[in-house]
């Protein structure tokens, strides 16, 4: 397995890049896209993922992945630095990498929501609200996941950080009063 720390320096690198040039929100997009079409397409992950495939030849693969998907000039040179160091069979974990480093500067949070039902957009906003208010006023993007299991309400995870406002864990919370007497 391929060092957790080398992948940071390439998440950094490009983070660092992106801010100079102003270029965050369009890199992170278009690295997110890239991401997509590597893990969308089985041969290309093994392609990447092959020790024996030539440096060069996963370099020229990644640079016309960045042509095809429309990428800026960044973020096809990265891809292709990526490539040809034998790390694109790791470009989803560089792009989340990546994708943390931007948020900590934006002081922006996700947060998973689980819910019973899909919610509407003014209910999405309502709970990012309400979470953002519980962290300080951080901005949060909501995940939403539709759980069926669910009676109602929503959980949200953000990090290791838990807030359930379900109607499940509203009874179970009631639950243990009683029984505590």
Same mark, same amino acid.
């Given at each position: 397995?391929?060092?957790?720390?080398?992948?940071?320096?390439?998440?950094?690198?490009?983070?660092?890049?992106?801010?100079? %040039?102003?270029?965050?929100?369009?890199?992170? %997009?278009?690295?997110?896209?890239?991401?997509?079409?590597?893990?969308?397409?089985?041969?290309?992950?093994?392609?990447?993922?092959?020790?024996?495939?030539?440096?060069?030849?996963?370099?020229?693969?990644?640079?016309?992945?960045?042509?095809?998907?429309?990428?800026?000039?960044?973020?096809?040179?990265?891809?292709?630095?990526?490539?040809?160091?034998?790390?694109?069979?790791?470009?989803?974990?560089?792009?989340?990498?990546?994708?943390?480093?931007?948020?900590?500067?934006?002081g922006r949070? %996700?947060?998973?929501?689980?819910?019973?039902?899909?919610?509407?957009?003014?209910?999405?906003?309502?709970?990012?609200?309400?979470?953002?208010?519980?962290?300080?006023?951080?901005?949060?993007?909501?995940?939403?996941?539709?759980?069926?299991?669910?009676?109602?309400?929503?959980?949200?995870?953000?990090?290791?950080?838990?807030?359930?406002?379900?109607?499940?864990g509203q009874?179970?919370?009631?639950?243990? %009063?009683?029984?505590?007497?």
């Amino acid at each position: 397995m391929k060092s957790t720390g080398a992948l940071k320096a390439y998440a950094k690198a490009l983070f660092a890049l992106a801010k100079e %040039r102003q270029q965050l929100d369009v890199v992170g %997009r278009e690295l997110a896209s890239s991401v997509e079409a590597v893990k969308a397409d089985a041969t290309l992950r093994t392609f990447f993922g092959r020790p024996g495939v030539p440096a060069k030849a996963k370099r020229a693969v990644a640079d016309e992945i960045g042509r095809r998907l429309g990428v800026s000039k960044l973020t096809r040179d990265f891809l292709a630095l990526v490539a040809e160091h034998g790390r694109g069979d790791q470009l989803e974990a560089i792009g989340e990498i990546f994708r943390g480093l931007v948020d900590l500067d934006l002081g922006r949070v %996700r947060a998973t929501v689980r819910t019973a039902i899909p919610l509407t957009e003014a209910e999405r906003s309502a709970i990012a609200a309400r979470v953002g208010r519980v962290l300080d006023g951080k901005q949060v993007v909501v995940h939403e996941v539709v759980d069926r299991s669910l009676l109602g309400g929503f959980v949200a995870e953000i990090g290791s950080l838990i807030m359930d406002g379900s109607l499940d864990g509203q009874l179970a919370r009631i639950r243990q %009063r009683l029984a505590r007497g």
